[in-house]
């Protein structure tokens, strides 16, 4: 069977799926779903036929269900011609994906912390007593009613928290409000709580995620910045892990992005990769690559 206009040529659907890199049945669904009409189908057979001019549009869909892209977004993609709609669009998806990943990245780090011993699965009210002297003194209150036990429970909770919110999507502005009360009161919390010079870092290293995330380049630079002084500092010091540095420049070339100083960004990042060579376990090595992957360029 022949077109006349065009290509002249109307291609099958297993034919045309092949060339545009989606299956039959998915071709099928999107029939279904409105999405992409074939341009004939035999009233006999039921047959679907597709024209070569419909590759464009099909290759696309393809292109963009690979990126995870929803059905109902690619519709609305392929049906506006204003550039600026499809950008704003795409980074709706963006935002989703960045929150997704903020969630596997925290779940990849309780998960090595358990498997490595570090924290324990099940706790109890006596976990960590000790016997003795030591056990039985009394702890050091501040001025807020808080030792330095509680301070770290508290950095702890606010720190998972501002990463809960990170996962979120679709924040509210009361949450956007809520996220960066609470990474800045979990720096507080933890800076009274007994830790290292590392912790300290780490805490850094989280609000300037959050800027980051939020689009605030001059905060997220000003946190970043510190964060890489007192990770440097916790190597000096001898209480750094041997991904705390590399995080820091992860976390200096992502704010710097975010700040429109794009030349700055791309030396620090090559300086991050540069410094994955020295972090020996590969899980650690891989979030730090998959957040330099996801940083903006």
Same mark, same amino acid.
């Given at each position: 069977?022949?077109?006349?206009?065009?290509?002249?040529? %109307?291609?099958?659907?297993?034919? %045309? &799926?092949?060339?545009?890199?989606?299956?039959?049945?998915?071709?099928? @669904?999107?029939?279904?779903?409105?999405?992409?009409?074939?341009?004939?189908?035999?009233?006999?057979?039921?047959?679907? $036929?597709?024209?070569?001019?419909?590759?464009?549009?099909? !290759?696309?869909?393809?292109?963009?269900?690979?990126?995870?892209?929803?059905?109902?977004?690619?519709?609305?993609?392929?049906?506006?011609?204003?550039?600026?709609?499809?950008?704003? $669009?795409?980074?709706?998806? $963006?935002?989703?994906?960045?929150?997704?990943?903020?969630?596997?990245?925290? *779940?990849? @780090?309780?998960?090595?912390?358990?498997?490595?011993?570090?924290?324990?699965?099940?706790?109890?009210?006596?976990?960590?007593?000790?016997?003795?002297?030591?056990?039985?003194?009394?702890?050091?209150?501040?001025?807020?009613?808080?030792?330095?036990?509680?301070?770290?429970?508290?950095?702890?909770?606010?720190?998972?928290?501002?990463?809960?919110?990170?996962?979120?999507?679709?924040?509210?502005?009361?949450?956007?409000?809520?996220?960066?009360?609470?990474?800045?009161?979990?720096?507080?919390?933890?800076?009274?709580?007994? &830790?290292?010079?590392?912790?300290?870092?780490?805490?850094?290293?989280?609000?300037? !995620? *959050?800027?980051?995330?939020?689009? !605030?380049?001059?905060?997220?630079?000003?946190?970043?910045?510190?964060?890489?002084?007192?990770?440097? &500092?916790?190597?000096?010091?001898?209480?750094?892990?041997?991904?705390?540095?590399?995080?820091?420049?992860?976390?200096?070339? !992502?704010?710097?992005?975010?700040?429109?100083?794009?030349?700055?960004?791309?030396?620090?990042?090559?300086?991050?990769?540069?410094?994955?060579?020295?972090?020996?376990?590969?899980?650690?090595?891989?979030?730090?690559?998959?957040?330099?992957?996801?940083?903006?360029?």
């Amino acid at each position: 069977m022949t077109r006349t206009a065009q290509s002249g040529e %109307f291609l099958s659907i297993g034919r %045309f &799926g092949r060339l545009a890199g989606l299956s039959i049945g998915a071709l099928r @669904h999107y029939d279904e779903l409105g999405l992409l009409h074939p341009v004939q189908v035999d009233p006999e057979t039921g047959y679907r $036929r597709y024209a070569r001019e419909q590759l464009e549009a099909a !290759r696309a869909i393809a292109r963009l269900r690979d990126l995870e892209v929803p059905l109902e977004e690619i519709r609305e993609l392929l049906g506006t011609d204003d550039p600026d709609e499809r950008r704003r $669009r795409l980074a709706v998806h $963006r935002s989703r994906l960045e929150a997704r990943l903020n969630r596997l990245i925290r *779940v990849l @780090h309780v998960i090595r912390q358990l498997s490595e011993g570090r924290e324990p699965l099940m706790t109890s009210d006596t976990a960590g007593a000790t016997a003795g002297a030591e056990a039985a003194a009394p702890p050091t209150i501040d001025a807020l009613g808080l030792d330095a036990d509680a301070h770290r429970a508290l950095g702890k909770a606010l720190y998972n928290q501002v990463w809960t919110l990170l996962e979120s999507a679709n924040r509210t502005p009361e949450q956007v409000d809520e996220m960066l009360y609470a990474c800045h009161a979990s720096a507080y919390h933890w800076s009274k709580g007994g &830790g290292t010079v590392a912790n300290r870092a780490r805490s850094e290293w989280q609000i300037a !995620r *959050v800027y980051s995330t939020l689009g !605030r380049g001059e905060p997220a630079l000003w946190h970043a910045r510190r964060c890489l002084e007192l990770a440097e &500092g916790a190597v000096a010091a001898g209480v750094a892990d041997d991904w705390d540095v590399p995080a820091a420049l992860e976390g200096l070339a !992502r704010a710097q992005a975010v700040a429109g100083d794009h030349a700055a960004a791309a030396i620090t990042r090559a300086r991050a990769r540069d410094s994955l060579a020295g972090i020996g376990d590969p899980e650690d090595r891989e979030l730090i690559e998959q957040d330099l992957a996801s940083a903006p360029v």
